[in-house]
């Protein structure tokens, strides 16, 4: 994949802003990015194929060791697929709830308002599949080792979520355990790794938050400067 010697190319420099600026565009971004929410009602409207296209075009921008962009994505429309997904989803989940859990962690979910059922897998017009690859295939079918997988996968799920928030999307990160199901649902093979169900689309009209999920901490809480 790509060049295998090292060919460097000019920087394409943004435009410098003030001090002054660049404060005013942070405090702005800040405002827009804090308003995200995880959403579980979903509307049935249909989000254009071209936009999830461009989105998980940003996502694959992200920074990645070594640059083997270790992730793939299998976005999902199909109405017979994801109500599969949902059945083995809520599978899991029903384990989960009654008992898998533990106590203490269903004692923190309980101000989060979730249980077993998962409506949203089947009303929201995408599901992203974010698959992790363990290792790649050359053309010649040998194994290429990747470099920082889940912290590289992470990154670019990060980049996928703002890209998406930023047009107005919706999105929940779900995570049910296990999740191999979805490798078999979506014929993913087994060097690959389900990584997160990502839920994408406009929030229903009567969608709500749980108020416990507003609460961030503060800076203070989670930044030191030396």
């Known amino acids: 994949m790509g060049a ?4 460097p190319v000019p920087l394409e420099l943004p435009a410098r802003l003030t001090d002054g600026t660049l404060r005013a565009a942070s405090r702005s971004y800040l405002e827009f990015i804090r308003k995200r929410r995880t959403v579980r009602d979903f509307s049935d409207q249909p989000v254009d194929k071209a936009v999830i296209e461009a989105c998980i075009l940003a996502a694959g921008s992200a920074p990645s060791g070594a640059n083997h962009q270790p ?3 299998v976005c999902v429309s199909d109405a017979d697929t994801k109500h599969a997904i949902r059945r083995a989803a809520e599978a899991e989940e029903a384990a ?9 962690w269903l004692n923190d979910l309980t101000k989060m308002g979730t249980d077993a059922s998962k409506p949203f897998l089947e009303s929201a017009p995408w599901l992203i599949a974010i698959f992790a690859e ?8 040998a194994r290429v080792k990747h470099y920082y997988v889940s912290e590289s996968v992470g990154i670019a799920t990060g980049f996928l979520i703002a890209a998406l928030h930023n047009i107005g999307l919706a999105t929940l990160t779900h995570t049910p355990n296990p999740m191999k199901f979805l490798n078999e649902i979506l014929g993913r093979p087994q060097r690959e790794r389900p990584f997160l169900l990502l839920v994408v689309g406009h929030p229903a009209v009567n969608a709500t938050v749980p108020r416990a999920a507003m609460e961030k901490k503060s800076l203070a809480d989670i930044t030191t400067f030396l």
């Open 4 to 7: 295998t010697e090292y060919d």
């Open 134 to 141: 363990r290792y790649g295939v050359d053309e010649k079918g």
């Open 96 to 104: 989960f709830y009654d008992g898998r859990a533990g106590d203490v």
């Open 71 to 73: 992730w793939h994505f």
